[in-house]
């Protein structure tokens, strides 16, 4: 959020505007920062990076994550083909898309969907999507009502669905009010993450596959979400803002009262599935989220503006905390890292080589470790 600072998603949430070739602005999720244009896909400090190849070519396209054979994504676009509200497609990763072609829509084309997943056997997704409680698409709320601070809307309409990849709907697995959303699924094909406000804050929940066995994982306050699985099913590693003094607790209960959260704060935890073994590991400040486990289950992968308040870089952090290292060089943005289960590819989103726009766009790479 996923956004996707997501959060997106991951939620994520992007903006679409154009700017100048020669000098522009490049911002997303509220971010920004005066930056030459450049045009390049690799840059050479990265070193764990090795055959970039583009995927999607305008737009913005956020949160794509791999099907379990490795041939396929899964993602949410917007502000392309034609579409208003962000939405989930699936391509394979040999898809050409450059000449404007759209890839296979699986969610309804109505509402606000977001942090889409693949369940075992390639051929179903889970999703979050607002579409019964509305079909239309719900409205953003302006940073100016809020004293121009960055606020991310929780749609009390979100709820999670089950689609094939062909875009039939087959199943709801969340029927609680309030925002039921980001939903990622375990490497041993057993278990959803998911987060929730049905205690009244934003906490992170597990399910079945099937959508029973719901137990609670996280109860301190804050807005704890974008959750990923470890390697071996074992760990979780989540992001969250966890205010801590008067004055922060109550602004973070005033505007989650609104359906609302100020995501540019936050750190990343790791524990076990069941809650147990809480540990924090970064300690950075500023925004770090979208983490994902290095394919060792001994790192972590995520997004963070701590070193540029103007940009977003991806980093690597061992799960004790130590071991910082810079993954992307870029002036812009890189977010959403994930690696493939086979452990030998990375997809993540990027603002990089968008020719001067604020497009967001899909990119995989070989990882050299």
Known sequence: ???????????????????????????????????????????????HLKNIKQLTFGGDNAEAYWSFDDKKLVFQANNVWGLECDQIFTMNITDDLSNGQKPQLVS?????????????????????????ADKECPPTPKKEDYGNKYIWPVYEGYDIFVADTKGNQLKQ????????????????GDKIVFTSTRTGDLELFTM?????????????????????????????????????????????????AEGLVQPTNMELYICNVDGSELTKITNLGSANWAPF???????????????????????MVNIDGTGLEQITFDA?????????????????SSNRNNNGTHDTNLFIADWVD
């Open 108 to 132: 309804t084309g109505m509402g606000r969907t977001t942090c889409s997943y693949f369940l075992p056997g390639n051929e179903t997704i889970i999703y979050s999507s607002t579409h019964l």
């Open 293 to 315: 486990f290095h394919p060792s289950g001994e790192k972590v992968l995520f997004s963070s503006n701590h070193k540029s308040k103007s940009s977003f870089n991806l980093f």
């Open 1 to 47: 959020m996923k956004q996707t600072i997501l959060i997106i998603s991951v939620l994520a949430f992007f903006i679409g505007c154009k700017s100048s070739k020669t000098k522009t602005t490049q911002s997303y999720d509220g971010y920004s920062g005066a930056t030459k244009y450049v045009n390049k896909i690799h840059y050479e400090e990265e070193k």
């Open 332 to 348: 812009v943005f890189d977010a959403f890292p994930m690696f493939s289960y086979d452990g030998k590819k990375l997809v993540f």
């Open 173 to 188: 697995l969340t029927f609680e009010d309030g925002y039921d959303a980001e939903p990622t699924v375990s490497p041993k």
């Open 208 to 256: 079945n596959i099937d959508g029973s066995n719901v137990q609670q994982v996280t109860h301190e306050l804050g807005y704890d979400g974008g959750a990923f699985f470890s390697p071996d099913g074992t760990k979780l590693i989540f992001r969250s803002s966890r205010p801590k003094t008067n004055a922060e607790i109550k602004e973070y209960k005033e505007l989650l």
